[in-house]
């Protein structure tokens, strides 16, 4: 029987059941055997219980999306069964702990099978607590991962706690393979190979962990955060690791507060960085506009979720791109980036430190729930590769040498804010010789003393957004893929790329030649890199994750062109089958 392509095994069940501790045992030793791994959790919004489901698809390739239908389910209980099954495909696998309940007969639309986790684990090996690595040694018997890989994690996490527990897993994995290789002899439809990624050096990270790796290499030394699902897993990663480069993590009382401190930090020299979702957002836009109009770098990471308000906190949207790329008083100048796969994360949390600090402004780095708790294996980044841009500083001679004018900024002196061709003017630190000045709210002239002339003003305004214009014409490089001649094009941003790019493959095994580009940088729009684009093709589609278009309304208001929206809004994912079918549609009647 042929090996499959893919595969995609969800375990689904209560919070705390070991639903994400069976999912990442088997992803982390699926990787470590070769596989292209990718996958999707999706945790219950209650602070405690509820319905929690992990997703692993694998393959002997990279992968770009967490793959259209399931096909093993393996249900803890009847919650995860109630809530998953029509997501099981034709001919797919379900797998259930015939110890907590037994599901109704099915049409034959899938195979069933009770696997007795608790029985196993209970009665057999006298070891509750090792349901989940039973599981995990049951659904790698399916598609036949080496259980070497298994016991190697086993041996890393369990040893130090001595040798009773570590060969009870062990028992506990073994329990679990054989008793699939007893009941389930069918198996061989299920088996996928490992794929081949030479001497590669990979690694397994969540979005948002890689956000916080690219930080460290960037340079951040301060982070403020206020917890808020789902960006909480950057500041528990930078909690741990920052203090090892002599940085700092605080966790502020409120979203303003972290956002202030960031700022702060800033203004002493520090590379700063906060991190929230929408609702967070929201209340940082003041102080946003703070660091546009004081000209203080710093990066915001939105790690966006479902809805207004509390919304749906631990679904997908990619709803807050106004608000990102226009929500403010008067108006604010800010880049926002929006990384597309979990490599990425690392390499725009490099580019928005980068910008920050070159253009001296604020920075959103647009995550998303997908993204940001999706695991992948990704070749481990070369940090020797990656440029890091510091700050235009003063030199002593720039200064007005007058330490005694301090804080009141000395208009024959130091010119925080030159007028300069770039709009980029030199930034002192607190304490450096003739460096003073005031870091203000109030629109200012070169000096920093409050000025609200109307002159003034105009310099003022024109200068900031010379620099934002600068960004918009030396954009980071957009990601392409596709025919580059095709006539119909696709333009998407954040975590749809993934799903493009899979859906692009499958028209062109159907003899429909599509190309697509994800700018990396959203706003500003990067003219040289979207207009070329889509002067070339007769028919542009927008897909994303909300229900307004926010992209494509962006596109039309600066372009003057009309593209072709393409929502979802349900929380949920975007499949690679609906948009290959929007795809075929628009082609058809473009013909």
């Not at 919070?15 to 999706?42: F, K, M, N, P």
């Not at 214009?469 to 006539?487: C, F, K, L, S, V």
Request: include cysteine; proline fraction near 5%; charged fraction near 20%.
């Amino acid at each position: 029987m042929a090996e499959r392509d893919d595969l995609v095994i969800r375990v689904a069940g209560e919070a705390g059941e070991g639903v994400l501790s069976t999912g990442q045992l088997i992803t982390l030793a699926a990787a470590r055997a070769g596989y292209g791994v990718l996958t999707d959790s999706v945790p219950p919004a209650e602070i405690k219980g509820g319905h929690s489901l992990f997703q692993i698809r694998l393959a002997p390739r990279r992968l770009f999306s967490r793959g259209d239908v399931v096909d093993i389910l393996l249900a803890f209980n009847r919650e995860g069964y109630d809530r998953n099954i029509r997501e099981l495909r034709d001919g797919g696998l379900l797998l259930y702990d015939s110890g907590d309940f037994t599901p109704p007969e099915n049409d034959g639309r899938y195979q069933q099978h009770a696997l007795p986790l608790t029985d196993i684990a209970r009665k057999e090996l006298q070891f509750e607590l090792g349901k989940n690595v039973v599981a995990v040694g049951a659904i790698s018997a399916l598609f036949g991962l080496d259980p070497e890989y298994i016991r190697k994690l086993l041996h890393q996490r369990f040893a130090r706690k001595g040798d009773v527990v570590l060969n009870k897993n062990y028992q506990a994995l073994d329990a679990g393979i054989g008793y699939v290789e007893r009941n389930i002899p069918e198996r061989g439809a299920l088996q996928v190979k490992p794929g081949d990624f030479g001497n590669e050096a990979r690694i397994v990270v969540s979005g948002n962990q890689a956000i916080a790796m690219g930080s460290l290499v960037a340079g951040c030394r301060v982070y403020a955060g206020y917890p808020i699902t789902p960006a909480t897993d950057i500041m528990e990663f930078l909690a741990a690791e920052l203090p090892k480069v002599g940085g700092s993590v605080v966790q502020a009382e409120d979203e303003m507060s972290a956002l202030g401190m960031a700022i702060g930090s800033s203004y002493a020299g520090k590379k700063s960085m906060t991190a929230t979702s929408g609702p967070g957002v929201s209340l940082m836009v003041e102080l946003m506009g703070l660091s546009s109009m004081a000209e203080i770098p710093v990066v915001v990471v939105d790690a966006q979720r479902a809805g207004p308000s509390t919304g749906m906190p631990t679904r997908q949207e990619q709803g807050d791109l106004f608000l990102a790329a226009l929500g403010g008083h008067g108006e604010i100048q800010r880049i926002v980036l929006a990384p597309v796969s979990v490599a990425d994360c690392f390499t725009q949390a490099i580019n928005a430190f980068n910008l920050a600090e070159q253009y001296q402004m604020p920075v959103l780095l647009m995550g998303d729930t997908t993204l940001g708790v999706r695991t992948e294996s990704i070749p481990t980044p070369d940090v020797s590769a990656y440029e890091i841009v510091n700050r235009l500083g003063i030199t002593p001679h720039e200064g007005n040498g007058t330490n005694g004018a301090a804080g009141l900024g000395v208009e024959s002196g130091y010119k925080r804010y030159a007028l300069t061709e770039s709009g980029v003017s030199p930034m002192s630190a607190p304490g450096q010789d003739g460096g003073q000045y005031v870091a203000t709210g109030l629109e200012h002239n070169e000096s920093g003393r409050p000025r609200s002339d109307a002159a003034n003003h105009q310099q003022m305004t024109h200068k900031r957004f010379n620099k934002l214009e600068a960004a918009r014409e030396n954009a980071p490089a957009a990601h392409y893929y596709g025919d580059p001649t095709a006539d119909v094009g696709l333009v998407c941003w954040g975590s749809m790329w993934g799903v493009v790019v899979e859906a692009i493959d499958v028209l062109a095994q159907k003899g429909i030649k599509v190309a697509a580009m994800a700018p990396r940088m959203v706003w500003p729009l990067p003219d040289k890199q979207l207009q070329p684009f889509m002067q070339s093709k007769r028919v542009v589609l927008v897909p994303e994750m909300n229900y307004t278009g926010q992209l494509a309304q962006l596109m039309r208001a600066r372009y003057l062109r009309d593209v072709v929206s393409i929502t979802d809004y349900s929380g949920g994912v975007f499949t690679v089958a609906r948009l290959v079918q929007e795809i075929e549609g628009v082609h058809q009647h473009a013909r």
